[in-house]
């Protein structure tokens, strides 16, 4: 066999998700990790295949609300927001990249009483009491950017599933708008249909 022809297979078993680079060489992948579709956290889901969740900060910083987050978080324009960046990790092994928005009036000392590796819809319910009633979701495929793949750690090429939620609270008010980038490898996502 061809070097080149092997170097084709691997490539391809790579974009598959059936192996992945690991420091300087090439491993086989495991299965990939199974995310319901609904309104639990990414710890929960995580946990339940008996893996360890994480986070890594990547940065958390306050900047007044421009107008096209102001309807979707029930903010004013100009209103204090909260922007959180994180990695997202599975038994240590960089699988997405987290960016939150909400309204610095819902959550005011996040920078101060949240543990950023910690559960954020955790740190809401038993810390500020907030309970999560609806979202809606959006979902994709994608591209990652150049900084997004760097700080997941894939090649630009991978596949990536994006989803965008806006989350509401159990009294219906606006809370957050996630945009959540997983590895196409390391993912997939399960819901459960009902007839209409």
């Known amino acids: 066999m061809s070097r080149e022809t092997l170097r084709q297979a691997l490539r391809e078993l790579l974009l598959e998700g059936r192996l992945r680079r690991s420091g300087r060489g090439t491993v086989v992948a495991g299965p990939k990790l199974e995310q319901p579709l609904s309104l639990a956290s990414y710890t929960e889901g995580v946990r339940r295949q008996g893996r360890r969740p994480g986070r890594r900060l990547i940065g958390l910083e306050q900047f ?35 960016s939150t928005y909400l309204r610095v009036a819902r959550a005011p000392r996040l920078d101060t009483d949240f543990p950023p590796d910690s559960s954020f819809y955790g740190y809401l319910k038993d810390q500020l009491g907030i309970s999560f009633g609806d979202a809606d979701e959006k979902l994709e495929t994608v591209l990652a950017t150049p900084r997004e793949a760097l700080l997941i750690g894939t090649p630009p090429a991978l596949p990536m599933l994006l989803i965008h939620r806006f989350s509401r609270d159990q009294d219906g008010r606006p809370l957050e708008r996630v945009r959540s980038l997983y590895r196409g490898d390391r993912f997939s996502f399960t819901t459960r249909l009902r007839p209409a």
Do not use: Y
């Open 64 to 98: 007044p609300c421009p107008a096209d987050l102001a309807a979707d978080l029930g903010a004013a324009p100009g209103e204090p927001l909260w922007h959180m960046e994180r990695v997202l990790l599975a038994d240590d092994e960089r699988v997405g990249l987290e």
